[in-house]
């Protein structure tokens, strides 16, 4: 099946710094999806891009749809502690009567040091 | 947050018995989805409905069943369940158009000694 890529796969960063991390894959994709998800918790969206070149923020997080269609990048600007948890990016390319089946990465593990 | 409910929260059974997990939603949305989640595989889709009584299968549908006969319920069942099938599930919904984003309930951690 499709396979997503994630980097990194880990960080630990200092509070206040800034976070990059990004997903690609060997497929072209028509949506790119990221979400976060906190520990015994189901993922929350955070944001969702549908064109390619797409940048779109929300709050401290910026994601760009890159212009491949291969890859996507989220940026978290100046991290607090509620950061913490693990990023996931999904894929999909079909947008038709039967919904959209994503295709998930396997997750950048963050953690911020006090 | 989407009103999206699974229950139970959590359940473990023994290797070979049955076991239905549910997903409810109060949001009216057509599209609903089941995966599982495991370390180092990220979220993978078993099935998916695009409306009452219409499902298909998704990535590791082996050994998993679905039906809804509600919008607001899905239901995935284990005819026999097995010990590969230790995992924590989670619902997705998302509604007709072009941009379906996918909401997921809380999950659902099943163990099967």
């Known amino acids: 099946g499709q396979q997503l890529n994630q980097s990194p796969q880990s960080m630990f960063i200092q509070e206040g710094e800034d976070v990059s991390m990004n997903c690609t894959s060997s497929?072209?994709?028509?949506?790119w999806l990221w979400y976060k998800q906190d520990p015994g918790e189901g993922p929350v969206l955070l944001i969702a891009?549908?064109?390619?070149?797409e940048l779109t923020s929300n709050g401290r997080l910026t994601a760009q749809f890159g212009i491949t269609r291969k890859d996507s990048f989220l940026n978290i600007s100046a991290s607090i502690p509620s950061d913490v948890g693990i990023y996931f990016c999904?894929?999909?390319?079909?947008?038709?009567?039967?919904?959209?089946?994503?295709?998930f990465g396997p997750g950048t593990r963050l953690s911020v040091l006090p | 947050d989407a009103g999206i409910t699974q229950s139970p929260r959590h359940k473990v059974t023994e290797t070979g018995t049955p076991v239905t997990l549910r997903c409810h939603q109060t949001?009216?949305?057509?599209?609903m989805y089941w995966y599982r989640q495991d370390p180092g595989h990220g979220l993978r889709l078993i099935h998916y409905?695009?409306?009452?009584?219409?499902?298909d299968k998704g990535e590791v549908s082996d050994g998993y069943s679905v039906s809804r006969s509600k919008t607001e319920d899905f239901l995935l069942t284990l005819e026999s369940a097995t010990s590969s099938q230790t995992s924590v599930y989670f619902c997705?919904?998302?509604?007709?158009?072009?941009?379906?984003?996918?909401?997921f309930g809380p999950g659902t951690r099943l163990t099967v000694l």
């Open positions: 949001e009216n949305h057509r599209y």
């Open positions: 999904a894929g999909s390319r079909s947008r038709d009567n039967y919904g959209q089946n994503f295709v």
């Open positions: 997705a919904i998302s509604e007709y158009g072009d941009t379906n984003t996918q909401y």
């Open positions: 409905s695009y409306g009452v009584k219409d499902t």
């Open positions: 891009l549908y064109k390619a070149g």
């Open positions: 497929s072209i994709f028509n949506t």
